[in-house]
């Protein structure tokens, strides 16, 4: 669902509308990249050990064994990048409700 218009005037005014219409309005709410970085840092461990097992097979298992604050270093280093690198030019709309255009509505929009 596409939420594109910030006021009900602009729905009403850029669309053929009609008394009845529902549409949706709801509330914008800001993203930010390390919403997105969750479970990375496993990802490059498992990576890691999949493409050392490749090379030497099952002397690789279990490696890298790492401690949770250098996890946490790894995972603060993805965050930084993502935040650096990747701007987020979305967003994502919450409490969502519909919404009947009136008589009113469509007058209002003239």
Wanted: net charge negative.
């Amino acid at each position: 669902m596409l939420f594109n218009y910030d006021d009900l005037q602009d729905v009403v005014e850029n669309n053929d509308l009609e008394t009845g219409t529902t549409v949706y309005h709801g509330t914008t709410k800001r993203l930010f990249p390390p919403q997105f970085t969750k479970f990375m840092v496993a990802n490059v461990e498992d990576t890691m050990n999949l493409r050392a097992e490749d090379v030497v097979g099952d002397v690789a298992d279990k490696w890298p064994k790492t401690s949770f604050s250098e996890k946490a270093v790894l995972q603060a280093f993805i965050d930084a990048w993502a935040e650096t690198y990747c701007p987020i030019t979305f967003h994502q709309v919450v409490n969502t409700q519909p919404y009947t255009i009136t008589v009113m509505d469509i007058e209002d929009a003239k």
